[in-house]
């Protein structure tokens, strides 16, 4: 019996990572721009096939969102990480990944831009896979 508890908890907290079965079709409408923006922000070609690609995908646990913000004088685009211990993603507008700044086993990314959480500004949510 302790066996069977032991071997249900592992797969509980493995299966918190997994992402969910449910899938939905694309929140973009026909002009190329995110219905869940919001904002009013022209987004590059680039991160509207970006949002289009992750929600074709399984909804990830957390759900993934993308934000926008300024760093060091540029747009850049922050993509957290599906789940646990993986790296988050920041891109510049051309979709070009400059680096991991944060997440990983240590939390702290790949070390390529530490100065990331100080000197970002202008946070916009610009994505949330919303799905149910």
């Keep these: 019996m302790k066996t069977f508890l032991l071997i249900l908890m592992i797969g509980g907290g493995i299966s918190n990572c997994s ?4 899938r939905s079709q694309p ?9 869940n923006n919001g904002n009013g922000q ?3 070609a680039c991160v509207r096939k970006m949002i289009v690609q992750y929600q074709a995908e399984e909804k990830q646990n957390p759900p993934r969102q993308l934000y926008s913000y300024t760093y060091k ?3 850049v685009y922050y993509l ?3 789940c646990c211990d993986f790296f988050t993603d920041l891109y510049d507008s051309n979709c070009v990944l400059i680096g991991h700044p944060d997440g990983g086993f240590t939390g702290r990314g ?3 831009i530490t100065d990331f959480n100080e000197k970002r500004k202008d946070e916009k949510l610009i994505w949330k896979d919303d799905r149910k």
């Design 19 to 22: 992402s969910s079965k449910n």
């Design 27 to 35: 929140s973009v409408a026909a002009d190329g721009q995110t219905k």
């Design 42 to 44: 022209d987004l590059p």
């Design 73 to 75: 004088s540029k747009t």
């Design 80 to 82: 957290t990480a599906p």
């Design 110 to 112: 790949d070390g390529s």
